[in-house]
């Protein structure tokens, strides 16, 4: 929130000096918690170990003990005391039946007055209007969204006038070198089908 008005800030025409007590909030040794705790919820957490964070995750199975340690992560069983005790939570799970609407009105009200919501999963996991309340009372801090539903938002969504929000156009992959590596996988699982060889990158292992 605070890059995204700070830069509205710095180039505004009206602008004629900063304010020196314009403050953003410090992400070293605060605590993040992951909610899915896959190969890229994992990416996160090793990320996340570079500014000192205090990492927690929940995920469906625990992970093996010696990478929890790899990372200082702490396993929360349950996603309630995870949001209870976050300052940051990041969704990286699946959209599945199970996860349809995941974070509502009860988990919201879980989450630090202070704390950010931020999804880089899929828009529907999140109850949009459940967080467009929790942001309008400020239930929480803010949030930072990669994904919608739908994408892009209808134009009057009220989603899009609040200012303690940064929404982005689920850009989370996209850059050259990522949209390649895809490109080649995706590639490499074409000839594994064609040659009868294993599927790389199965979904659905048989």
């Excluded at 410090?26 to 500014?51: C, P």
């Excluded at 704390?115 to 459940?130: M, P």
């Excluded at 400020?138 to 938002?153: C, H, M, N, Q, S």
């Excluded at 996209?174 to 590639?187: D, K, L, P």
């Amino acid at each position: 929130m605070y890059l995204h008005s700070g830069c509205q800030i710095a180039v505004s025409p009206d602008t004629k000096h900063f304010a020196v007590d314009w403050l953003g909030v410090e992400v070293t040794r605060a605590t993040l918690g992951i909610i899915g705790m896959g190969s890229i919820g994992y990416k996160v957490a090793q990320r996340a170990r570079a500014f000192n964070m205090k990492i927690l995750y929940h995920n469906r199975n625990r992970r093996r003990k010696e990478e929890e340690e790899a990372v200082g992560a702490s396993y929360c069983e349950k996603m309630e005391d995870l949001l209870q005790q976050s300052d940051f939570v990041m969704l990286v799970v699946n959209l599945t039946p199970e996860t349809h609407k995941l974070i509502g009105k009860k988990e919201l009200g879980l989450m630090k007055p202070t704390a950010t919501l931020i999804n880089i999963s899929r828009g529907a996991v999140i109850d949009q209007d459940a967080l467009v309340e929790a942001l309008q009372k400020k239930v929480i801090r803010g949030a930072a969204l990669d994904v919608t539903y739908p994408e892009p938002l209808p134009r009057e969504h009220p989603l899009l006038k609040l200012n303690n929000i940064i929404i982005t156009p689920h850009i989370g992959t996209a850059t050259i070198q990522a949209i390649h590596m895809m490109a080649e996988e995706a590639i490499g699982n074409m000839l594994a089908v064609l040659n009868g060889q294993p599927i790389p990158s199965e979904v659905f292992p048989k």
